[in-house]
């Protein structure tokens, strides 16, 4: 069950579900969240901050058509979705039993490719999203494949869950755009339990193509893929770490793993391998 690991993302304390439809913090009365539609809500509109509501609210007008939007972008790129997301998810070693967070999960997509990659595994989703239309839509599609899929609208850096609560964490498009990196990724490591894997996905082309006038072109068109993976951002709780470029060398992926009990209470420096394997 989901709720055993929800709590208040202002103080972290328990949250109990009211009679009136509020989740209600068990350490400060003040923090009651509302549940709309099936979809608790931890943020206010008004509480969006300017950076993100200028995306945020673009994805909650564009939510109906971003699948088709998506698709025939790929389309004119040459790109075949399905097998390149099939290819990055088959890297996550996903089991049985498994407890899956996806942060910024917009329509559902990243879950249900896991679902096609994985049809014998037997885990627990849970979406996350800032954009109310991009959840609703997600919301519509899980019903429809009978999947029951908690989702909540919240915060990237201010989760509704307690510590170690997830043995993997997905972000597939958006951090790019985040007006708070380091944060958003300490939050998610929080999350994770030990030895926990943590899978980012982004705009970003890589060095190879960055020196050619393609790669140049891809940037003049779109700045989002000049932009470099943010390594530097990464918690110290992490080790194990990768960076790839796949989908033509347009798109980066980091996957990382948190520190095992003993290297947490050991506080090891982290380490990175940096890859450049397609």
């Known amino acids: 069950m989901v709720r055993d690991i929800l709590c208040c993302p202002a103080c972290l304390g328990d949250l109990e579900l009211r009679e009136d439809g509020f989740l209600a913090c068990g350490i400060d009365s003040s923090h009651r969240?509302?549940?709309?539609?099936?979809?608790?809500?931890?943020?206010?509109?008004?509480?969006?901050?300017?950076?993100?509501?200028?995306?945020?609210?673009?994805?909650?007008?564009?939510?109906?058509?971003?699948?088709?939007?998506?698709?025939?972008?790929?389309?004119?790129?040459?790109i075949d979705l399905k097998e390149e997301f099939h290819g990055i998810l088959k890297r996550v070693p996903l089991k049985d039993s498994h407890r899956v967070l996806d942060v910024s999960t917009g329509t559902g997509a990243v879950i249900l490719r896991i679902r096609e990659v994985y049809p014998n595994v037997s885990c627990e989703f849970v979406g996350i999203d800032l954009s109310i239309g991009m959840l609703r839509v997600a919301q519509r599609k899980f019903v429809n494949a009978k999947m029951k899929v908690p989702i909540f609208h919240s915060e990237v850096a201010k989760l509704p869950f307690k510590n170690e609560s997830f043995d993997v964490v997905t972000h597939f498009g958006g951090i790019n755009t985040f007006r708070n990196i380091p944060a958003a990724l300490k939050e998610w490591v929080r999350v994770l339990k030990p030895e926990g894997f943590l899978l980012?996905?982004?705009?970003?082309?890589?060095?190879?193509?960055?020196?050619?006038?393609?790669?140049?072109?891809?940037?003049?068109?779109?700045?989002?893929?000049?932009?470099h993976p943010p390594l530097g951002h990464l918690p110290p709780q992490v080790k194990n770490v990768e960076v790839r470029w796949v989908v033509k060398d347009m798109f980066y992926v980091i996957s990382c793993q948190k520190l095992s009990e003993t290297e947490l209470e050991e506080t090891e420096p982290l380490t990175v391998w940096l890859s450049a394997s397609r």
């Open 200 to 227: 980012v996905f982004d705009e970003g082309v890589s060095p190879a193509l960055r020196k050619t006038r393609r790669g140049a072109d891809i940037i003049k068109e779109n700045w989002l893929f000049g932009l």
């Open 33 to 78: 969240y509302p549940v709309v539609e099936g979809i608790p809500r931890f943020v206010k509109r008004e509480e969006i901050s300017p950076e993100d509501a200028e995306w945020v609210f673009e994805y909650d007008e564009k939510a109906e058509e971003y699948d088709e939007g998506i698709r025939r972008q790929a389309e004119q790129m040459g």
